[in-house]
């Protein structure tokens, strides 16, 4: 640990200073966090989810741009055309993890670009050039914040005895905007699914079995070159 340095050294105190409140704590909340891909069709209470989100928005975004906006489909309906519209045309009864179709929830994060490309034309953006197009964004902000708040979604869920997991859209994104009449320059940063874990059937995906990587491969201190 000492090899680590102070960084790791502070934040172990901060921890154990908060004992008490450790199984509220976020190091608490993503230490239990696991993609879960299998639910039971029980519904969270009337109104949690919009809660959740409503906090999950308070973080932070470009410029204050606050272009991040959310599909939310608590109905079993729209779950199902959801899925329905997924899989168009395509048998699902092999899908690796049936378990899924069961959560009763699905939030969309969405990045909207033209909220950015507009706050950045204003005078103290101008400089940037960014008003100009959303071509000219080496990193798209919008979906940068959209993964903030979802982020910040699944701690919440966790928080609230729920469980997560998230998967892309890949080229299911304009048909789902399609369905659900989502403008057409929205970006989708794929679906949260939510619900709570069905334990009996648990189901583990094949990347989740991927070793951790160790913590000196992935921070490099001061440079490339120097060991951790
Ligand atoms: C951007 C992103 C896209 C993902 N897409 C999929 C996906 O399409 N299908 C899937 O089963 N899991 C998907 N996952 C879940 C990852 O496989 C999972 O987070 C990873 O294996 C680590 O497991 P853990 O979440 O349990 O820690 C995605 C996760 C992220 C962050």
Known sequence: M?????????????SSSSKKNSEKSVAFALSKRRSCRSFTDRKPPKGLILDLIDKARRTPTAGNSQGVEFLLLEE????????????????RSDFSFPGLF???VLVIPFGVPSLYVERYKEDDKSYTNLGDDAKEWKVPYWLTDAAFATMALQL???ENQLETCFIGLFDREERIK???????????LGVLIMGYPDKEEAARGRSQKRKRRSLSEVVHRGSWRSPL
């Open 102 to 104: 069961n959560a009763p």
């Open 178 to 188: 399609e369905h659900f009449s989502i403008p057409e320059t929205y970006q989708a």
């Open 156 to 158: 919440l869920a966790i």
């Open 2 to 14: 000492l090899t680590v340095g102070r960084w790791l050294k502070t934040s172990k105190s901060w």
């Open 76 to 91: 079993k309906s729209l779950v199902n055309d959801f899925w329905g519209v997924s899989f168009l045309g395509k048998d």
